[in-house]
């Protein structure tokens, strides 16, 4: 029965990673629409520097300084981490002086951030409060990056558009929540199942909110294309 369990764990573990890889390449479109573009446009940062912020904290938590038994989690932040440096690399690259200035002011910042959440839970707790201390930081920075795509919630409602809300990034956000909710049940580890099952109810909201404005987008093309044929 153990086995079993293990296995089950094992496999909800890399489920999840394998659907946080989908999660962290789900931008590609993006950011090639960028580079084609050599602009930004209405796109925000914000949601990749969030993301690294996560990836990083939530790298220290799945070491085995911090907590042991759960490699899975460093693993697969280590692999995020990349991903959004290499993404907000190209942003500022292309982004605007204005922005280029608060995307790299963001990005000293959390490195700054990094190394003070490092050294003060290596030198100032012993191994459970390190824990619980990286543990409780990892569930507000795995919050706000689940939350961060709403931020365009707003520009969609506008617009009446989902071409700035990825329905690739808002799917996979939900399968990786869901795998590491699943993850963390059968670690019996809340610092990873009661974020995932946050992220888990905020994946499906993005994707209530793609189809109703998707299906909306495309009435609305619909009703043009009559209106235009009905003078031609």
């Known amino acids: 029965m153990s086995s079993v369990y293990s296995v089950c764990c094992d496999a909800a573990g890399i489920a999840g990673n394998l659907f946080a890889f989908v999660l962290f390449v789900s931008p590609i479109p993006t950011f090639r629409r960028i580079i084609r573009n050599g602009s930004t446009e ?34 697969v932040n280590s692999v995020g ?14 982004a605007e002086k204005a922005k280029k200035m608060k ?45 961060s ?26 399968l990786m929540s869901l795998s590491f909710f699943t993850y963390g049940m059968f670690k019996h580890d809340p610092f990873i199942y009661v974020p995932n099952g946050i992220g888990t109810i905020l994946g499906v909201v993005q994707l209530v909110l793609y ?12 009703l043009r294309e009559s209106f235009i044929e009905s003078y031609a």
Not at 48 to 62: D, P, T
Not at 103 to 114: D, E, R, W
Not at 149 to 174: A, D, G
């Open 149 to 174: 795509p709403l931020f365009i919630i707003n520009l969609v409602i506008r617009t009446r558009s989902v071409e700035y809300m990825p329905f690739y990034l808002s799917l996979s956000t939900f």
């Open 81 to 94: 981490a990349i991903f959004q440096l290499i993404y907000i690399g190209i942003f500022i690259t292309f």
């Open 211 to 222: 189809a109703y404005y998707s299906r909306t987008s495309t009435e609305d093309l619909g």
């Open 42 to 75: 209405q796109f925000s940062g914000l949601p990749y520097i969030y993301a690294l912020l996560n990836c990083l904290i939530c790298l220290w938590y799945g070491m085995p300084l911090v907590s042991p038994g759960i490699i899975l989690v460093a693993t």
């Open 103 to 147: 995307m790299s002011g963001l990005l000293t910042a959390i490195f700054g951030i990094y190394a003070i959440i490092v050294f003060a839970s290596m030198k100032l707790f012993d191994p459970h409060a390190r824990q619980l201390f990286v543990g409780y930081l990892s569930v507000a920075s795995l919050i706000s990056m689940f939350a």
